[in-house]
Structure formats: C-alpha cells, structure tokens
C-alpha cells in the first residue's frame, strides 16, 4: 500500500483572529466557534456539497473538512454553519481529489497512527497545545485506492451517525431517570 503526506494530497487554510475582522467590517458577522464544531462533529445527517473549494475563503461551506485545533479533531461543516468565518483555533482542510473525506475524517481522528504523529508534532504548553499547519503537512497516511477509501469511509460515517444517536438516547434517558427521581423525592 502507498503511503502519502497529508500536503501531498490537500491543503489547510487557517484561521484568522476574529478581533480584527471585526475592526476592518463594521457588521455583525458569524463565527465558527466550539460550539459550532461541536454541533458538526456529533451532527445527526451530513451534507457533503460539492468538491470545489477555495483555498483562501474564510467562509464556510456544509461540506467542508475543518480541524479544531486544541482538540485535534476533524469534523465536516453543517448546514447549520454554512457562512460562519474560521477563527484561529480551526484550520479548513481542502482535499484536492484523491482522498475520500470520511476516510481522512476516519484517519485523523481514530487511526493510532495518525494520533502517534500528531502527538509528536504538538507545540505549546498545557491546554494550548496545538499542531501547526506545516507538521500537518508531514503527517503520513495510508493511500489505498480511492474505492477502499469510499468503503472504509462510509463505515466511520455509520459509527458517527451511530455514535450521535445513541449520545442522545443516553441524554434522554438521564432526563428521564432524573425526572422519576425527582417525582419520587416529591412524593414522600
């Protein structure tokens, strides 16, 4: 099997400070925070769009690739989030073709090897410990042809729907459990 660097097959657009976006434009604009990224990682449906990408766009499109920077997690961009602006803690990832979005969505965020070279190329300390964009760029990952990607690809996208269903059937059960209880207390 090849093996590839990311930079050979995509490339990252990183985010910019949102103070001084909002210094040069006078109106209110949207942008993509934790909260956003949060809500695309455990979205319940997701909207691929189509594969051109802009790589100097700070605009988000559903369907783009965007990696959270102090989780060093990837996710794919909701409709909810469609036209937010990238902040500093988020780089946008813009596959060029031969790459499978759910595969590499499968590879940086579960595969063990993949997690082994992110930790090395961590920079900063504590809670702010981030890759930069350039050890990105090094990281190597498998490339098996594009139809064994699609295969492995949809896989992780059934654990993630998956995963997202069974997050909310825990959290209803846990208000369920929570309401009974309360009921009881009362009751004595």
Known sequence: MDYCQLGDLLSFTAGVNPTRIEKQNQESLQFYDHASFESDLYQKSFVLGNDEF???????V?????????????AIVGADNEGKLLTLNFIKVNIKGRLDKFYFLYLFNQSRDVQ????RELQGTGTSMRIPVKSLERIRIPLPPIEEQKKIGQAYQQLLLLQTQLRKYSQLLEATVQTSLEQILRSQ
Do not use: F, H, M, Y
Request: charged share 25%; net charge neutral; aromatic share 0%.
């Open 62 to 74: 559903a369907g783009d690739v965007v990696i959270s920077s102090p989780s060093r997690l990837a």
């Open 54 to 60: 802009n790589e100097t766009s700070l605009s988000l």
């Open 116 to 119: 082994r070279q992110k930790e």
